[in-house]
């Protein structure tokens, strides 16, 4: 019993430590257990109540807020408990009271619970070397969580922070209307380089953030317009539309913007919804839905001289299927431009 007690409690606190150790050190190398198995559980749950009561948007702007509170708390909980179960062998030896009698995991369960949080309360302390030196361990621990943790939400709202800001920058290119054909417009007619190119900074930024903070994937507002699968529409339906038009001025920046995208609405379906490329189709009566249209609107574009319909459908089958997954995952709306 008393190994079996070591045992787990020593699992508790390795996974809490390596959970942190993925999440905050070492971003960019993957998710932890407790951050991706609590973050998938609690978005499935906040959409599956949000809908059930009619109010899945306002479940889902919940959802990112809630996760950090949650996470936070539950590598307190790993560690609380898993010192818990090594002090509680120590009970009436190790760890003794001036005041009462100290013989149930309750009290174990108290004095980690103070010990992590550095308090040092005092009415039962530690009376051999192996329990003063795991309790002067927790401590230290202790304090390097709470400092990880501050900083840590520092960073992650910092990242929402520039992901809002990049979908009103998108939003308002398009005129306000949340449409690629406006955008599209306004990037031909305006400075297509410069506007590419800072394009380009905010993606790349915006890429680099959800591959260090991935949580930051459930942070969503009710409004439309901060949707991610308007954002990467958006990008992704205009830098296609640029790329499969002849324009008079040609801008080789489009092209570096669109490998940017490309690659993050890959990795971020890979991410939140482990979608594939293998997985990856594409529907031909959607890739050439109202292409007509389409090809006449681009013509009728200042500066654009002709539109490769075939170009265009082959630069979005490399998109569509991922965004269409992300799209369900979140439980987002797809965009209307199109009519789809």
């Known amino acids: 019993m008393i190994a079996l007690s070591y045992f787990i409690g020593l699992c ?14 070492a971003n960019g190398m993957g998710r932890g257990p407790i951050e991706s198995n609590l973050s998938d559980w609690i978005w499935r749950s906040m959409l599956a109540g949000g809908k059930a009561v009619n109010s899945r948007d306002r479940a889902a702007s919940l959802c990112g807020s809630l ?37 149930s995991f ?34 230290w621990l202790g304090f390097t969580l709470l400092t ?31 449409e690629a054909f406006p955008l599209f417009r306004a990037i031909v007619s305006g400075n297509a380089a410069a506007v590419f190119r800072e394009l380009n900074d905010d993606l790349i930024q915006l890429h680099t953030a959800h591959h260090q903070y991935p949580i930051i994937h459930y942070f969503h507002r009710t409004e439309e317009k901060y949707s991610t699968t308007r954002r990467f529409y958006l990008a992704l339906e205009s830098v296609s539309l640029c790329l499969s038009a002849r324009r008079e001025d040609p ?17 971020f379906a890979s991410m939140i919804a482990g979608f594939r490329p293998d997985q990856a189709g594409s ?16 013509i009728e574009t200042p500066g654009v001289l ?3 319909e075939k170009q265009y459908a082959e630069l979005r089958s490399q998109w569509e299927p991922y965004l269409r997954k ?3 995952y979140l439980g987002e709306s797809w965009p209307e431009s199109r009519g789809d």
Request: contains cysteine; hydrophobic residues 45%.
């Open 326 to 328: 992300i799209c369900d």
């Open 12 to 25: 508790l606190i390795a996974m809490a430590l390596f959970d942190v150790y993925r999440t905050v050190l």
């Open 67 to 103: 996760l950090v509170v949650l996470l936070l708390m539950a590598w307190s909980a790993f560690l609380v408990v898993g010192f818990a179960l090594l002090y509680w062998p120590q009970l009436g030896t190790g760890l003794q009271s001036t005041s009462h009698a100290v013989d």
């Open 283 to 298: 529907d031909p009566s959607s890739t050439f839905q109202a292409g007509s249209e389409r090809s006449t609107f681009a």
């Open 106 to 139: 309750s009290h174990a369960f108290y004095y980690s619970g103070y010990s992590l949080t550095t308090l040092g309360l005092g009415d039962i302390y530690p009376s051999n070397d192996f329990v003063r030196v795991l309790t002067l361990a927790q401590s």
């Open 251 to 267: 801008c080789s920046e489009d092209r570096a913007c669109w490998i940017t995208l490309r690659e993050s609405v890959r990795e």
């Open 148 to 178: 990880l943790s501050i900083s840590y939400v520092l960073s992650v709202y910092q990242a929402v922070r520039h992901q809002e800001s990049v979908s009103l920058k998108l939003h308002s290119l398009s005129g306000g209307t949340g």
């Open 306 to 308: 002709a539109f490769d």
